[in-house]
């Protein structure tokens, strides 16, 4: 179950970007961009133990997701600590949206070695039922990855994003 809430969990986070993308017309930068990929490769790693069981290996892929995301968060946050040197977007909670990437991913890295931590290294690798609750939060991940899949497409095409977009780049040449 813990596994079905931390990829759901990923899947609002991802979400809340996207609709803050899209109702606050605040276009991701390249960096936004990579934090959104360490919290989909978090989700992904998550959606492995739903679907095939919990495996070590898997809690693996959420932590590399999970430290790959805080670096780029990290590599963020020291761009906009320079003084007069304005933030990027708006604050959620009173925090910018890095910010809470930082304090998630670094969270997700505390969770998971302590959840490894306290597993017995006798407890074998277990096969649960793949559940209703299971396919019903996988799918709502693989549509939130979907959508953030396509709109980055639709802001950047296929060429690397700009550093500070302003507009989308699908939308310009229609």
């Given at each position: 179950m813990?596994?079905?809430l931390g990829m759901v969990g990923m899947a609002?986070?991802?979400?809340?970007?996207?609709?803050?993308?899209?109702?606050?017309?605040?276009?991701?930068?390249p960096l936004c961009l990579l934090q959104r990929a360490g919290f989909a490769l978090v989700m992904f790693g998550f959606m492995l133990n739903v679907v095939y069981g919990i495996k070590q290996r898997h809690y693996g892929v959420v932590l590399l997701g999970a430290i790959f995301g805080a670096a780029?968060?990290?590599?963020?946050?020291?761009?906009?600590?320079?003084?007069?040197?304005?933030?990027?977007g708006s604050a959620i909670l009173?925090?910018?949206?890095?910010?809470?990437?930082?304090?998630?991913?670094?969270?997700?890295?505390?969770?998971?070695?302590?959840?490894?931590?306290?597993?017995?290294?006798?407890?074998?690798?277990?096969?649960?039922?793949?559940?209703?609750?299971?396919?019903?939060?996988?799918?709502?991940?693989?549509?939130?990855?979907a959508l953030n899949v396509i709109s980055t497409f639709i802001e950047c095409g296929p060429f690397q994003c700009p550093d500070n977009p302003v507009s989308y780049w699908l939308l310009s040449i229609i």
């Amino acid at each position: 179950m813990l596994n079905i809430l931390g990829m759901v969990g990923m899947a609002v986070v991802l979400l809340i970007g996207l609709i803050a993308q899209v109702t606050l017309n605040e276009l991701p930068c390249p960096l936004c961009l990579l934090q959104r990929a360490g919290f989909a490769l978090v989700m992904f790693g998550f959606m492995l133990n739903v679907v095939y069981g919990i495996k070590q290996r898997h809690y693996g892929v959420v932590l590399l997701g999970a430290i790959f995301g805080a670096a780029a968060a990290l590599r963020q946050i020291s761009l906009h600590v320079i003084p007069g040197t304005p933030p990027y977007g708006s604050a959620i909670l009173g925090y910018h949206y890095y910010t809470w990437s930082f304090i998630l991913c670094s969270a997700t890295i505390l969770a998971v070695a302590i959840l490894l931590l306290l597993r017995n290294e006798g407890e074998g690798e277990f096969r649960h039922r793949f559940g209703v609750a299971g396919k019903v939060a996988c799918w709502f991940a693989m549509m939130v990855m979907a959508l953030n899949v396509i709109s980055t497409f639709i802001e950047c095409g296929p060429f690397q994003c700009p550093d500070n977009p302003v507009s989308y780049w699908l939308l310009s040449i229609i």
